[in-house]
């Protein structure tokens, strides 16, 4: 089985500009996550998806940030102006929805690593 | 907030030896529990989930949870310098409430150093 898929893997970007990062979910995974890490420091959630819909969006810095999951598969995220403190790892992770109380095991891409200078 | 706590580390642990990572939790509610491992560079890689009191055991890993006092730990055996990484406890807070599940609250890491 294929994993999450993430491009671009590193971004070099200067402040103000926009950037923005694609995720190819598991196949079948309904579930969608963006998180972003810090170095040092675990990831934090950003954004979920259940199928096309934002379903929790309560951490996205919604003033500069926005994400898309328009036909519930692929999904993106967005940076625009982007600011020196953005500069992070970006997670993109997927899970299947299983309906129990157990099972949500959370399948991680290879990130997308941006530089903002 | 729901809070996540690991020790930072540096943890040194002699090769062939048994590793023990701790985590305590601040949600009394939640319900789901990982273990993710996650070399220098890379992201994280799931290891171990664990969703019941008790001890789950997983070739040379074991993740244990007791509720009752918000405390899970990750035991590797035979510890091999290839387990040298951070490892990450993540927790879902709150209680499952159907669908899929919410997004996962993490601690810093441990960083885990196995001597040869």
């Given at each position: 089985e294929a994993g999450v898929v993430q491009s671009p893997r590193y971004k070099i970007i200067e402040k103000k500009q926009p950037v923005a990062f694609w995720c190819n979910p598991i196949s079948g995974h309904n579930t969608l996550y963006w998180y972003r890490q810090n170095l040092g420091q675990g990831p934090e959630l950003l954004i979920r998806y259940e199928n096309e819909e934002a379903v929790d969006d309560s951490q996205l810095p919604k003033d500069r940030f926005s994400a898309e999951r328009l036909k519930g598969v692929d999904s993106t995220l967005k940076i625009q102006p982007a600011e020196l403190g953005d500069s992070a790892v970006y997670l993109c992770a997927s899970s299947p929805t299983?309906?129990?109380?157990?099972?949500?095991e959370q399948f991680f891409g290879p990130g997308t690593r941006l530089t903002v200078l | 907030q729901k809070e996540v706590e690991q020790n930072s580390g540096p943890l040194s642990v002699p090769e062939g030896a048994i590793a023990s990572l701790n985590c305590t939790y601040?949600?009394?509610?939640?319900?789901s529990f990982f273990w993710y491992r996650q070399y220098s560079g890379k992201s994280p890689e799931l290891i171990m989930s664990i969703y019941s009191n008790g001890d789950k055991e997983d070739g040379r890993f074991t993740a244990q949870l007791n509720k009752a006092s918000q405390y899970v730990s990750l035991l590797i055996r035979d510890s091999q310098p290839s387990d040298s990484a951070t490892y990450l406890c993540a927790v879902i807070p709150g209680a499952y409430s159907g669908g899929g599940a919410d997004g996962l609250t993490f601690g810093k890491g441990t960083h885990l150093i196995i001597q040869p």
């Open positions: 299983k309906g129990l109380a157990g099972g949500h | 601040s949600d009394r509610v939640s319900q």
